[in-house]
């Protein structure tokens, strides 16, 4: 799982360990040091690759209840090149 933020990376890896507390299977499945499996942000997925890809990104509103529209690094100057980086990293599927 490639996430387009470090928050939404946080996120997404504290649900996991949450439904792994349960699950021995699905625990070694998503074990750190396992090949299978990595939930990583946008930032630190270069030179990773996996048969499948999913990609997490979100958005909503702020505090204020205002439409955000921010998608972290790919907002930047050069965010196409990160997010080239994300899509290329799957070697079979892109989810």
Same mark, same amino acid.
């Not at 990376?9 to 299977?25: F, G, V, Y």
């Not at 299978?36 to 030179?47: A, P, R, T």
């Not at 090149?81 to 290329?88: G, S, W, Y």
């Given at each position: 799982i490639i996430a387009f933020s470090k928050?939404?990376?946080? /996120?997404? &890896? @504290? @649900?996991?360990? =949450? !439904?792994? &507390?349960? #699950? %021995?299977? !699905?625990? =070694?499945?998503?074990r750190d040091d396992s090949e @299978?499996?990595?939930? @990583? #942000?946008? =930032? #630190? $997925? &270069? *030179?990773d690759e996996? %048969?499948?890809?999913?990609l997490s990104f979100g958005y909503g509103r702020d505090k204020e *209840?205002?439409?955000e529209r921010k998608f972290g690094p790919i907002n930047s100057?050069?965010?196409e +090149? +990160? !997010? #080239? $980086? /994300?899509?290329?990293r799957a070697k079979h599927k892109l989810i």
């Open positions: 928050k939404q990376a946080s /996120a997404i &890896q @504290k @649900k996991i360990e =949450e !439904l792994t &507390q349960d #699950n %021995d299977e !699905l625990a =070694e499945f998503c @299978k499996f990595f939930v @990583k #942000n946008l =930032e #630190n $997925v &270069q *030179g996996a %048969d499948v890809i999913i *209840g205002k439409f100057q050069g965010g +090149r +990160r !997010l #080239n $980086v /994300a899509i290329t």
